[in-house]
């Protein structure tokens, strides 16, 4: 669900091309855990998900606006990454913070607990995702 925004910041380790992302799954409502909630916000091409991500998230990747919501609807589109993987999750409260990888990026993200549901607060820190070290025990 990172549509052509998010898929344009972990292709260009960029975040003003950033994640036009805001959620996925059935977009009926948000998920209890962080983890699974960053997912399905972070690899949803649907503009429901929308309402899944703050202002403050919109407003960073898009700019200042009167209806952060509609500026967020018009920029997704397109084909959303299948290969988001959330990793080193941590909850304190009502906020969340972790790290995204996709398409060889990876990002710092926080979420915030807003009326029982995560949503997506913001996403910083683009950069090449860790490459494995090669195995060295296999002889050869």
Do not use: H
């Not at 549509?3 to 209890?32: H, M, N, P, T, Y």
């Not at 649907?46 to 606006?65: H, K, M, Q």
């Not at 304190?92 to 990888?101: I, K, R």
């Not at 060889?104 to 995560?118: H, L, P, R």
């Amino acid at each position: 669900m990172l549509g052509r925004r998010i898929g344009a910041v972990f292709a260009s380790a960029v975040l003003a091309a950033g994640i036009a992302a805001c959620g996925g799954g059935d977009d009926e409502g948000g998920s209890d855990d962080p983890a699974t909630a960053a997912t399905e916000i972070l690899s949803s091409s649907d503009p429901a998900t929308c309402a899944r991500v703050t202002d403050n998230f919109i407003e960073t990747l898009y700019g200042p606006s009167d209806d952060p919501t509609a500026t967020c609807e018009d920029q997704i589109s397109g084909s959303a990454p299948t290969d988001v993987e959330v990793s080193d999750v941590s909850v304190d409260g009502d906020t969340a913070t972790g790290t995204v990888t996709s398409t060889g990026t990876m990002a710092d993200f926080s979420m915030v607990n807003e009326d029982g549901e995560w949503k997506m607060d913001s996403l910083e820190n683009p950069r090449p995702a860790e490459v494995s070290a090669p195995d060295t025990t296999s002889g050869g």
